[in-house]
């Protein structure tokens, strides 16, 4: 699927749409050009020498993106392990990933970061573009990017007239769905936009002992903002979003059941998993002559309950209740150099610049209860046992500073160099104990302090106006931390660090039609942190240093518009991410495993139609195929999920005023496991999983103005 290769396949395409003579008109078909904020400043993805892929707008509502794991498949290399309850959403980009609470690739929501994943996996409602930028970019981000950013921007309310839509989308089990928006200008210099959103759907899997359906789901979701812009100059926008899930329990059984007779489960309790989160972001910016300064200033909170049976059984052997809670402040400054006015050294070298400063603040707390029947921990227990794993408190708080510069030669050659110093004080209170005391209770608090230098440096040149290649080189780090729960003494774990290594090429051809990106990277890592199953409680994770591990791999983007109302897309991936020697988790060698959860393949591809009807009316269909390579659940590589291949299929009407559409996702009816992981004793294979959603199928309504 080399873009060389799917270029001379469209090129007769392409080749059709131009003139039969210069004086014949050429319609503008060309692609447009993306703009990003893979570097912080607003720049032309294809002059970046980083692997970006960014989802517009209207690539969003056309394949009918709800959440950020939805667009995944459009980045290569790239896959989301979630469970069907919202908060558990753990990105991979070119296999690298993480815990939650210390992910290794950071969501930012309009240029706030989201410091625990459990937040980051949201309704997408007027979300203006999703990018994926891919590979450590810790010398500007920072914490938590050592395997890239997944950035979500919401869509700008207009200054020159009101807009709005509603949408009601319904289809099987029962789904049901309303979504509206609205936004326009109040004053010359003053827009406003208000969003809201409701769906629901009843569950996939029933319970055998019960014949109800245990993971049905329910949320409630809305944003809304303000953009003043008093002045050209200034701008100042306020966006504040919230959700409220009240879902059903998790879909969990062992894996073999899972495998043989997906959707169907056997428990004697059923649970449920609540989340809401809220979220107000405060940006200001000023653009001068020849300075810009922006300040970013952000607030998150999410407050998350899980009631769940922890044997998966009919028998009333035990159940947790979990319950959650995070603050996080963070506040961001920054001074560049004015888009349109670089520093002029000489009059063939140009230099463009940003620094910064990043401030935050995290507290999280976690209470769990554990409860035993009688018996179950030991035949010399005869009464029922409340678990307290654990009751803790993990505060962080931290500053960054970095820096970039951009020289650029006779505007065919750009030299990258830049760095980033953090430092941040974790301190952790961390308690277990029992009801009735059948052992005595534990405490643990420490505090330490982790800091590093994150060096990053590029060069890119133009080949043409519209082709460039790339090489760069960067250096990522993790801070080392605490685990809210862990086996007695692993409560603390190391610092993360990797480099990584990258060779690109991205051009257009055809007068813009095609466009089309290569990139091949090596990536190593020392001290990497692993989210591994603590064996000695049930349902519970931790973070460890496992040791070493490299990953190579190479990706390929191609679009194209041959004419018009044709859209052709398609991407992929390979990825070879292995522990290397010396590799060890819960003291078994794992040396030359294949790292967990990094499938060795990804791809996607696909084609969107329309077609006018009329001035103002059109018809249009899409068809998307993605495909996910093999890969393993755990370190050990015991288990693991063959590769399977996803087809979503659109088609309908739309004009100005309304849009009616039908819809089929999983429309072979896949069935796969995408997330399992081990749960000895309990689970008959050793493992739980979840099975991926089945078929599903529906048509959605709109109006607009």
Known sequence: MAPGFLYLLLAPLAAMAQPASQSQAVPPIALPTVVVTAQ????????????VTAVPRDVLEGADVRTVSDAAGFSP????????????????????????SNPGITTYIDGVPQLNSSSSSVELIDIGQIEFVRGPQSALFGRNTLGGVVSLATARPSLSGWAGHVAVPFGSADARDVRLSASGPVSGALAVGVSYGHGERNGFTTNDVTGHTVDARSADFGKAQVLWIPTPNWETRLVVSGERDRDGDYALNDLDQVRSQPFRVARDFEGRTDRTVWSTVATVRHEGATLAVTSTTGYVSWDARDLTDLDYSPMPLMTRDNGERDRQFTEEVRVASAAHAPARLSDGVALRWQAGLFLFTQQYTQSAINTFAPYVLSPYVPVAVSQQSPLSALDDAGV????????????????TFGARVDRERKTARIETS???????????????????VSPQAALAYRVRAHSSVYVSAGRGFKAGGFNAASPAGLEAYGEERAWSFEGGFKGAWAAGRVAASVAAFRIDWDDMQLNVPNPLVPAQF?????????????????TARPRPGIDLFASAGLTRARFRDGSASGGVDVSGKELPNAPGYTAWFGAQFSRAMGSASSCFARADVGVTGSYHYDEANTVRQDAYALVNVRAGLR?????????????????????AFAYPGLAPSGFLGEPGNPRTYGVSLGIGF
């Open 77 to 100: 290399n790239t896959r989301f392990a979630e469970l069907s309850a919202r908060k558990i959403s753990n990105a991979f980009l070119r296999g690298i990933g993480s815990s939650p």
């Open 400 to 415: 960054g500073l970095y820096g970039q510069g951009i020289l650029t030669l006779r505007e065919a050659l750009d030299l």
């Open 40 to 51: 912080k400043e607003p720049a032309d993805a294809q002059r970046l020498p980083v692997s």
């Open 542 to 558: 931790y973070i460890a240093n496992v040791g070493q591990a490299r990953s190579s791999g190479i990706e390929a983007e191609l």
């Open 434 to 452: 029992y009801a009735p005391a059948i052992a005595p209770p534990t405490r643990v608090e420490a505090e330490r302090t982790f800091s590093d």
């Open 655 to 675: 004009s100005r005023w309304f849009i009616a559409e039908a819809w089929l996702k999983n429309a072979l009816d896949t069935r796969y496991v995408p997330v």
